[in-house]
Nanobody
Framework: EVQLVESGGGLVQAGGSLRLSCAASGFIFDDFAIGWFRQAPGKEREGVSCISNTDSSTTYVDSVKGRFTISRDNAKNTVYLQMNTLKPEDTAVYYC????????????????WGQGTQVTVSS
């Protein structure tokens, strides 16, 4: 059974921090890039960050650069998204997703998806 399970979401005040986790099982984790996407009500899905399976190279959408950090621990089949200096605009459901080898900004190219975790940032 393929599973991606997000955790760590919640309610936080503007300027605060959260760390999201994505725990994977049922596939060869080391062969996949893992991305984080988010979707707010009435808005389209947006790619937030991604980390490759090879050299752990990373990418970030401009709006989170300098605030968010993605990392992976292959021994634990887990990817993390450290979110600092959170803003109300970051409020969304956050999803992790897996894609063979390399990162892509197109969510439709990711094979596996989690169910999401809610992040709410109050002002």
């Amino acid at each position: 059974e393929v599973q991606l399970v997000e955790s760590g979401g919640g309610l936080v005040q503007a300027g605060g921090s959260l760390r999201l986790s994505c725990a994977a099982s049922g596939f060869i984790f080391d062969d996949f890039a893992i991305g984080w996407f988010r979707q707010a009500p009435g808005k389209e899905r947006e790619g937030v960050s991604c980390i490759s399976n090879t050299d752990s190279s990373t990418t970030y959408v401009d709006s989170v650069k300098g605030r968010f950090t993605i990392s992976r621990d292959n021994a634990k089949n887990t990817v993390y998204l450290q979110m600092n200096t959170l803003k109300p605009e970051d409020t969304a459901v956050y999803y992790c997703a897996a894609r063979v080898y390399y990162c892509s900004g197109y969510g439709r190219t990711y094979a596996y998806w989690g169910q999401g975790t809610q992040v709410t940032v109050s002002s």
